[in-house]
T-cell receptor, first 115, second 115 residues
Framework: DVKVTQSSRYLVKRTGEKVFLECVQD?????MFWYRQDPGLGLRLIYF???????EKGDIPEGYSVSREKKERFSLILESASTNQTSMYLC??????????????FGPGTRLTVL | AQKITQTQPGMFVQEKEAVTLDCTYD???????LFWYKQPSSGEMIFLIY??????QNATEGRYSLNFQKARKSANLVISASQLGDSAMYFC????????????FGSGTRLSIRP
C-alpha cells in the first residue's frame, strides 16, 4: 500500500515563527503536492514538485516555499507564519503518468493553528 | 474561472437510500480525468472512483458509480444503498492532460446519513 506520512497531525505556532511541514512517501513517486484545505474552498494547491529539486507554484503560493532534496520527501515552509495560514495542510503524491489517470495518494493532514 | 463546481454544500439522506452528489466541470482540454474522493472526519482523503474523458462507459466501483455526461460537463457521483459510514465530505476533482499531473478540486459536499 502507498504510504504518505506527515510529520504532525496537529501543530500550534505563533505569528512570525518559521514553520516546517514534512511529508514522506514510500512508493517512489515522482510527483508530490502540498494543498491547504479550508471550509467552503475545498483543496487549493500551494506548490507541487515533479522531481527532486524541481518545484512549481500552484494556485496560492504566496507566503510559502518548498524544498525537495530527496525523492521521498517534500517539505512545506512558512517563512513567517501568519494567522491567515491557520488551516489543514494535506500532502499528496502520485506516479508520473502519461495519461490523465493519475490518482493522488494523500497523507493524513496537518492541522496548523497560528496564534 | 472555477473549473470544478459542487453546488451542494451539504446533504442529508436516509440510510439505505441512493444519493447523487453533483459535480460540473469546465475544460477545453479534450483529454482529462475526473475523480471522486471521500474525506471522513478523520481527515484522510480516500480515492473512490475515476472516469476518463474517452471512457465509453460510466465508471463503477462497488456501490459507487459515476454518471458521466460529457456534453453537459457533468460527473455526478451516485452512491447506492447508503450506509452510516458514508457520512463524510466528498470532493470532485479533475486532471487535465496538459496540466502536468495537477488535480483541481471542487469545494466539496458534506453528506450526512440519517439512521
Amino acid at each position: 500500500d502507498v504510504k504518505v506520512t506527515q510529520s504532525s497531525r496537529y501543530l500550534v505556532k505563533r505569528t512570525g515563527e518559521k514553520v516546517f511541514l514534512e511529508c514522506v512517501q514510500d512508493m517512489d513517486h515522482e510527483n508530490m503536492f502540498w494543498y491547504r484545505q479550508d471550509p467552503g474552498l475545498g483543496l487549493r494547491l500551494i506548490y507541487f514538485s515533479y522531481d527532486v529539486k524541481m518545484k512549481e507554484k500552484g494556485d496560492i503560493p504566496e507566503g510559502y516555499s518548498v524544498s525537495r532534496e530527496k525523492k521521498e520527501r517534500f517539505s512545506l515552509i512558512l517563512e513567517s507564519a501568519s494567522t491567515n495560514q491557520t488551516s489543514m495542510y494535506l500532502c499528496a503524491s502520485s506516479p508520473r503518468s502519461g495519461s490523465s489517470y493519475n490518482e493522488q495518494f494523500f497523507g493524513p493532514g496537518t492541522r496548523l493553528t497560528v496564534l | 474561472a472555477q473549473k470544478i463546481t459542487q453546488t451542494q454544500p451539504g446533504m442529508f439522506v436516509q440510510e439505505k437510500e441512493a444519493v447523487t452528489l453533483d459535480c460540473t466541470y469546465d475544460t477545453s482540454d479534450p483529454s482529462y480525468g475526473l475523480f471522486w474522493y471521500k474525506q471522513p472526519s478523520s481527515g484522510e482523503m480516500i480515492f473512490l472512483i475515476y472516469q476518463g474523458s474517452y471512457d465509453q462507459q460510466n465508471a463503477t466501483e462497488g456501490r459507487y458509480s459515476l454518471n458521466f455526461q460529457k456534453a453537459r460537463k457533468s460527473a455526478n457521483l451516485v452512491i447506492s444503498a447508503s450506509q452510516l459510514g458514508d457520512s463524510a465530505m466528498y470532493f470532485c476533482a479533475m486532471r487535465e492532460y496538459s496540466s502536468a499531473s495537477k488535480i483541481i478540486f471542487g469545494s466539496g459536499t458534506r453528506l450526512s446519513i440519517r439512521p
